[in-house]
């Protein structure tokens, strides 16, 4: 009960029913290892706070951007609700600390790991959804998407790099650019790839990240950033970029 009220601190919430907070908080992991608990996993509120937050997100932007098209609000929702930026705000919240994990999950990183973050959040939004309703929602998910939302539009993360990067290459030199893994380091549950994006035998960009697609993402826009910057010439040697920049 302590770790659920100082939970609470870290929300700003206070909760009707621990028991909605406390399932939440439960991973499968933890049952399969303890199954006389009388515990239920987090699953189906992370199913309900999957949809609670495509509804709150999608009419906060409408709210705040009264003239942009659906397109636009559709990527910007998208790049919102993604896995990393949910597991972010978990990390944020650190609501990996008051996860029920088995052992062998916990022991294996699970408390770090993007997926398992990200479920826990939408499994907290949908214990507090079913709690106190949208009145209580939509400010707690708020506070966190504005300053999120700022730094996406600040940084383009909401576009799609690659696409982008694609057209342009083969507008430019009938080329389709390809991702090459360079590098990938850490441990199984936290390992970090270090991508190329190519033309031919020319490397355009350097990215980084804990997929291959999120640092393919990340080479694509570093590869438009230097486009932008040189008016597309022609990288000064087959190496490319430095990857020091990624």
């Not at 910007?76 to 597991?87: G, I, P, Q, S, Y």
Request: aromatic share 10%; proline share 4%; glycine share 8%.
């Amino acid at each position: 009960m302590e770790e659920l009220l100082a939970l609470e601190e870290q929300l700003q919430i206070e909760f009707y029913d621990y028991s909605l907070l406390g399932r939440a908080l439960t991973h499968r992991s933890y049952l399969n290892e303890n199954p006389d608990s009388g515990l239920e996993d987090n699953e189906r509120l992370e199913f309900l706070g999957d949809a609670v937050l495509d509804f709150v997100v999608g009419a906060y932007l409408y709210q705040r951007f009264p003239d942009m098209d659906e397109g636009e609000l559709t990527t910007l929702r998208a790049a919102l609700v993604r896995a990393k930026t949910l597991a972010d705000f978990a990390r944020l919240l650190h609501l990996g600390t008051y996860l029920r994990l088995g052992y062998g999950e916990a022991e294996s990183g699970g408390r770090e790991r993007t997926p398992t973050l990200c479920a826990v959040f939408e499994a907290v939004v949908g214990a507090i959804y079913l709690d106190q309703g949208l009145e209580s929602v939509q400010p707690f998910v708020e506070r966190l998407v504005a300053p999120a939302l700022d730094t996406i539009l600040a940084e383009s993360l909401h576009k799609d790099a690659k696409s982008e990067f694609q057209v342009w290459a083969q507008g430019q030199y009938n080329i389709t650019p390809r991702y090459e893994v360079i590098a990938a380091t850490g441990p199984d549950h936290a390992k970090e790839f270090t991508v190329a994006a190519m033309l031919g035998e020319q490397t355009w960009g350097w990215g980084k990240g804990h997929s291959k697609q999120v640092a393919a993402q990340a080479a694509a826009r570093q590869a438009l950033d230097y486009i932008s910057t040189t008016g597309g010439k022609m990288p000064p040697d087959p190496a490319g970029m430095a990857s020091d920049d990624a």
